[in-house]
């Protein structure tokens, strides 16, 4: 029980609620795509193709992957 635990969230500013999110004893591009790609799934019917997105800015949300998920 001991360590760091990384937490990403997605939050829905205008709901004002968590849209998706993922635990990982890893700070690695994975585990944040995961929680966005739960988000996308979430939030699929509503406001389709409108996405506004910001980030923390931390390393793994300017990764490659993470970057071209979003331009998809």
């Given at each position: ?60 949300y300017v990764s490659i992957r993470y970057s071209e998920r979003l331009a998809e």
């Open positions: 029980w001991q360590g760091f635990v990384y937490v990403a969230f997605v939050i829905d500013v205008f709901a004002r609620r968590i849209v998706g999110w993922r635990v990982s004893s890893s700070m690695q591009t994975d585990f944040v795509l995961d929680a966005l790609e739960q988000a996308l799934y979430a939030r699929r019917s509503e406001r389709e193709g409108v996405l506004v997105h910001h980030s923390d800015r931390g390393s793994q």
